[in-house]
């Protein structure tokens, strides 16, 4: 909305710099740091006096419950505070009829409600068990179905949709993947991320911190998209408008700044999947409208690293007959516990573990951000 003043700059011409979608990625971002950080206090406060407060697996992670039972009853649903700060950051400084951000901010809206379905169920049957993977798998699915509709009625997307680009190549490697391959591709780019972050969501600022991280790495390969002289030095493809998406990713980094001031060790109030689903469909979004899917897989290393530790944990109970490879999953929860053991074997603190496992997770997340950032350069 900001960015209408540039119009104005006959009359005060430093009105121009709302044009620069830096600058703007940097407003949104402060504007939604300073929203998150000041409506995080009244937002916890209400949550605790509605009751709404965190469920702990006891019967299905015994080994969780020990480390994380104290846990049990603080806030959550704070998923809420960094879809406002979004929002209300995102429609302030991004130009408020880009299709590419209304569509981004869409499918984290929708991504949300799913995820505050889930915690409600929880915290209404006071359980660890909210909505069911199969429902959340459906209306995830289906999103992606709506995006792809979306995107093929579209002009400007029609044909981009439906190629497949891959790291390090400057052309696609498949022009027209077809229909269905498209929809598969689409869904599965949705679905994963999705719930990748979701299983991240299992330490004190963990999946925040990494998700700020991803945040940085898109706003560039935003910003690159759509500036036609970058792209073209750089050989990725060019979308015209999709800069705009900078600015979002900007907003979504204050946002996840400010919800970390309350939720690093020992969090005053948890995301929930309210947050962690917002936050997965949002990067996944922005990823397929720029045609950087793939690279998620890098720039997203420490999620895509979780989700595989389940898939694997839930293969091998299954095929073995109940023998597990991890100690427990996600992976965070493998090193907390042996990490706790190790340090009540030594006589050591056992509070600081769970802020070094949460460090040590953001150091590689950084690490495969700036990997992600720096195929933009291989071609």
């Known amino acids: ?38 409506l995080g206090p ?26 994380h039972g104290k846990k049990a009853g603080t806030p959550t649903m704070g998923g809420l505070l960094i879809i406002a700060s979004v929002l209300v950051s995102t429609l302030l400084w991004a130009v408020p009829t880009n299709g590419y951000m209304l569509l981004t901010l869409a499918t984290m809206l929708f991504m949300g409600f799913v995820g505050y379905r889930d915690d409600y169920l929880k915290v209404t049957r006071k359980q ?31 044909e981009r949709v439906r190629e497949l680009m891959v790291p390090f190549l400057k052309d696609p490697l498949v022009r027209d993947m ?40 898109y706003l560039v390969m935003a910003y690159v998209a759509g500036h036609f002289q970058f792209a073209q030095y750089l050989q990725v493809p060019y979308i015209g408008g999709s800069g705009e998406l900078a600015v979002f990713c900007g907003c979504l980094l204050g946002a996840g700044l400010g919800f970390l001031w309350f939720n690093c060790h020992p969090a005053r109030v948890f995301m929930g999947d309210t947050g962690s689903l917002a936050l997965g469909g949002a990067i996944a979004m922005v990823a397929i409208l720029i045609k950087h899917e793939l690279v998620l897989i890098i ?61 040590r997770f953001w150091i590689l997340s950084i690490i495969f951000a700036l990997v992600g950032v720096a195929t933009l350069k291989i071609r």
């Not at 798998?137 to 029609?158: C, D, F, K, N, S």
Request: hydrophobic share 50%.
């Open 42 to 67: 009244w937002m916890i406060r209400k949550l605790r006096q509605f009751k709404i407060g965190q469920q702990v697996r006891k019967d299905e992670a015994p080994p969780l419950y020990v480390f």
């Open 299 to 359: 720039v997203g290393g420490v999620f895509v690293v979780e989700a595989v530790s389940v898939l694997i944990q839930v293969a091998y109970f299954k095929f073995t007959g109940g023998k597990r490879i991890f100690k427990c999953s996600p992976l965070h929860h493998h090193f907390e516990v042996l990490e706790k053991e190790a340090a009540e074997r030594e006589g050591r603190d056992v509070e600081v573990v769970e802020t070094m496992i949460t460090t």
């Open 128 to 158: 660890s068990k909210g909505l069911g993977a199969r429902a959340k798998l459906i209306y995830q699915g289906a999103w992606a179905l709506v995006v792809l509709a979306i995107l093929l009625l579209w002009p400007e997307t029609r």
């Open 178 to 217: 077809g229909l269905i391959f498209t929809a598969l591709f689409l869904a599965l780019v949705m679905v994963g991320c999705t719930n990748a972050v979701n299983l991240t969501d299992g330490l004190d600022g963990l999946a925040i911190g990494c998700s700020n991280s991803v945040a940085v790495a």
């Open 1 to 38: 909305m900001l960015y209408y003043l540039s119009y104005l700059t006959d009359w005060l011409s430093p009105l121009r710099v709302f044009r620069y979608i830096t600058f703007r990625a940097l407003g949104g971002a402060g504007t939604a740091f300073l929203i998150s950080l000041l």
